[in-house]
């Protein structure tokens, strides 16, 4: 038998999809207080939200004859036909929230319009009015919301413990206070203060509030503007990395949202710039025309479909390049010096330098000779995680590049008292501009100069009141990786002839694209011609890093090739593999002549600051962070 449910099933079915613990419930109260135009919300909970919540606004307030109307389902004064919806502006405009909360738990709910004289109280308990009565209360609405799903004890045994339950409310707080810079918010959590904005736009300040010392000073604005769009917000400088995604923000019209399209074009712009299987930090901000996206995806509103996906994608890539290019992006002393806990894989080149800052170090004597004896040896066992090779298959000098003189000099020693000028100007051809994509420099005149090598791995420049410190096998590794692009790009790789031809059957599909792309695939390098319907022979393979591709790389090479010359992302992995292995290593002697050729290279390739795992290639110290190392500065 067909039976038509009861307005309180229906309200309590509806109320799982958009109530589905406390966190949602102060979601969806906040974001009324924001539509209501407040400048301070305050929100307090207890136990996990499961017992009490309470939201007090400044807003503008319920007019008193709308109070019982709001708890009715669809009842909004955001909308009032399907058209508003390709305009919508305010964070709600279902009529679901008030409806669906109601269902579930016994609300108070006080609030004082700006012309009413005086205020009204309403109490409710599973969606029904049991009282109603004027007050005298400020201008504003309170929200107070107890015993959650205490009529729905199924959907009440699901929920976390307490502790878990205040987790994901805070969670959500740390967002709508990022969302809405100019509103004041103050969270407490079981009568205690978690934290507290000031509303006054300074997004460094409020990261600095919320996320601490760290996050603020390693971050670097953004500021980006077409016809279409406008993206603002801070981003992450290179050292400044996580291991998941969980720091990865974006806010559209002043709403957080979950964007899988925003995310892989954050991550696209950071390419090579952080480590492998760690995540960039960015809180951007978007404003775009309400008609580009739609945000009607789930009751929830946390996900938006975009009608142009590809122009989003690009217009995020070009604000993160864009950021960069006005940034000193070389990770300076202090940036690494404000992390609480100093990961030692991830900050070596820092410890080198500045071993004071070690937790133990007034626990035990430290003498200097053993301190270079422990950090050396450091040095050459994390060059490169998860590339293996034998340091004594590169004890002789390399050279950086083909064209350099294959003859060393004397290397130079750190102990020097002399040291060498290089003035770049005259003896190095490089353009001003080109130095300046990597250090901000205020005057014309460029010099730095060549101070030597330390531990055979790292060369010292003191470039005006800096030194700078470079790791020479990660700067060779992005030196040989981006020449390489390049060449790809340009179709200009040279090719090595084998002696015995690879017989090679690829996929239907692959086998397709290859015959289509002959030509261009000779312009890489390759020398191939189909066999019967089903092979290919092999008889030349691209010539990179100063030998030719083996037959296994080849094969997959061309199994993944496909006509629009962008490098599969699995081989770019190999191309960073094969870069890294044929870079001169760690612990291996050059010469200053090879460095400066080095150096020459370097400040002309798009990314100067990172090899392309990620790993810094130069390590910024301050003339005054020795100096206060010195005690000249207090």
Not at 3 to 17: S, V
Request: glycine share 4%; charged share 25%.
């Amino acid at each position: 038998m067909i039976k038509i449910l009861d307005t309180l099933t229906i309200n309590q079915i509806a109320a799982g999809e958009v109530i589905e613990r406390p966190a949602s419930v102060i979601k969806e109260l906040v974001e009324n207080s924001i539509d209501a135009k407040a400048s301070s919300i305050t929100v307090e909970i207890k136990n996990g939200g499961i017992d009490l919540m309470r939201v007090t606004d400044n807003g503008e307030g319920f007019q008193l004859d709308e109070m019982e109307i709001a708890f009715i389902k669809h009842a909004t004064s955001k909308i009032e036909c399907t058209k508003d919806l390709e305009s919508v502006l305010t964070m709600g405009f279902r009529g679901e929230a008030l409806s669906s909360i109601s269902s579930i738990s016994k609300i108070q709910l006080a609030s004082k319009n700006i012309d009413s004289i005086v205020g009204k109280k309403i109490e409710l308990i599973a969606g029904k009015v049991i009282n109603s009565i004027e007050i005298s209360v400020s201008q504003g609405t309170t929200f107070i919301v107890k015993d959650l799903f205490f009529n729905v004890p199924a959907r009440k045994a699901f929920l976390k413990s307490n502790g878990k339950e205040a987790s994901k409310i805070t969670d959500i707080m740390y967002k709508l206070a990022l969302a809405n810079p100019k509103i004041a918010f103050k969270y407490f959590k079981d009568d205690k203060l978690i934290f507290q904005t000031r509303g006054n736009s300074d997004l460094k300040e409020l990261i600095f509030n919320l996320y601490g010392k760290e996050m603020s000073v390693c971050t670097t604005p953004v500021c980006y503007k077409n016809e279409n769009i406008e993206i603002t917000g801070r981003i992450g400088k290179l050292m400044l990395s996580k291991s998941n995604r969980n720091f990865e923000l974006f806010f559209i019209n002043g709403r957080y949202l979950i964007s899988k399209i925003l995310s892989s074009a954050l991550e696209e712009a950071y390419k090579t710039f952080t480590m492998i299987n760690k995540f960039p930090v960015a809180f951007l901000y978007i404003k775009m025309p309400t008609n580009e996206l739609d945000i009607n995806v789930h009751p929830a509103k946390l996900e938006a479909r975009f009608k142009n996906e590809d122009e989003i994608a690009l217009n995020i890539i070009n604000a993160i390049k864009e950021s960069f290019q006005n940034t000193d992006l070389i990770p300076t002393l202090k940036e690494t010096l404000y992390k609480p806990k100093i990961n030692k894989l991830e900050h070596m080149q820092i410890e080198l330098l500045y071993p004071a800052i070690k937790p133990d170090v007034e626990k035990k004597e430290l003498k200097f000779t053993d301190l270079i004896k422990e950090q050396a040896t450091e040095v050459v066992a994390v060059a490169d995680p998860g590339i293996e090779y034998n340091i004594n298959e590169h004890k002789k000098i390399h050279p950086i590049i083909d064209e350099m003189p294959t003859k060393s000099t004397e290397n130079i020693q750190i102990e020097q008292i002399q040291l060498e000028t290089f003035p770049s100007k005259s003896s190095i051809n490089i353009s001003q501009s080109a130095i300046k994509k990597v250090i901000k420099i205020p005057q014309e005149g460029i010099d730095y100069f060549l101070l030597g090598q330390i531990f055979e791995t790292y060369w010292l420049i003191k470039f005006g009141d800096k030194v700078l410190i470079m790791d020479q096998h990660a700067a060779h590794e992005r030196v040989m990786y981006e020449k390489f692009l390049e060449d790809f790009k340009n179709s200009v790789i040279s090719s090595q002839q084998l002696l015995s031809p690879i017989i090679f059957r690829p996929s239907p599909f692959s086998l397709c694209i290859i015959e289509e792309n002959l030509v261009l695939l000779e312009r890489l390098g390759f020398e191939l011609e189909t066999l019967g319907e089903l092979d290919v022979i092999i008889r030349g393979v691209p010539f990179i890093f100063n030998k030719p591709m083996n037959e296994n790389q080849a094969k997959e090479f061309l199994e993944n090739f496909s006509s629009n010359k962008q490098i599969p992302l699995q081989d770019e992995e190999k191309i960073i593999g094969m870069a890294c292995k044929a870079a001169i290593k760690g612990n291996n002697k050059i010469d200053a002549t090879e460095c400066k050729k080095l150096i020459e290279k370097l400040l002309l390739v798009n990314n100067p600051y990172s090899c392309p795992h990620g790993r810094p290639i130069l390590i910024s110290i301050e003339k005054e962070d020795i100096e206060k190392l010195f005690k000249r500065i207090v």
